[in-house]
């Protein structure tokens, strides 16, 4: 039987295991659909603000690459849930000198926009004229942004991580 494919990695001995592509999609692929939905969200106030908002959360994500990542465990490994560790080593060097919590919850707000952004712009919008499509962009992206995200992160993504102890991620409820 052709053996699943799995990554390999050089620090493999510091995280000794590595994730499926499969969780590594199943990670990314809702934050990915958030994004298009806050996109298409904003974009019904201004095209341009939608423009702004996806640029945002691509910025977002590079600053979680850049100011988080090189402080944790997983950092130029595959077993991280999410696969940024392996991306995260491709920008930017190793870091240390700093505590992994203290440096998540000091740069995790960064990403809070993403989140809050188009919610309430589709309620401002919903409340000054109903669209009952911009009321299904809105619903669905509170489902998957408040609920399916962090579930997945919790009962998949990040269930098995030998460092949950220590991320204020997964220690936040
Ligand atoms: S577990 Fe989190 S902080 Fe660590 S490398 Fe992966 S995404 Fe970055």
Redesign the pocket.
């Known amino acids: 039987m052709k053996e699943k494919r799995r990554f390999v990695s050089t620090n493999q001995e510091r995280c000794r295991k590595s994730i499926p592509l499969a969780l590594v999609l199943l990670d990314n692929v809702p934050t990915l659909i958030l994004f298009i939905l806050g996109t298409l969200i904003v974009s019904v106030l201004n095209p341009l603000y939608g423009t702004f908002y996806i640029i945002y959360s691509a910025f977002g994500i590079f600053w979680f690459w850049a100011k988080?990542?090189p402080y944790?465990a997983?950092?130029d490994t595959l077993s991280?849930?999410?696969g940024?560790?392996f991306i995260?080593a491709k920008l930017s060097k190793r870091k240390t000198g700093k505590e992994f919590k203290k440096v998540?919850r000091a740069n995790i707000g960064i990403l809070f926009p993403c989140w809050f952004i188009p919610p309430a712009v589709g309620t401002y919008l919903l409340l000054d004229y109903f669209s009952f499509y911009l009321l299904i962009y809105v619903v669905l992206f509170c489902i998957i942004g408040f609920l399916i995200i962090p579930l997945i992160s919790k009962l998949a993504g990040c269930r098995n991580?030998e460092i949950k102890e220590d991320c204020p991620w997964m220690n936040k409820c």
Do not use: E
């Open positions: 988080i990542c944790c997983h950092y991280c849930p999410c940024y560790g995260s998540f991580c």
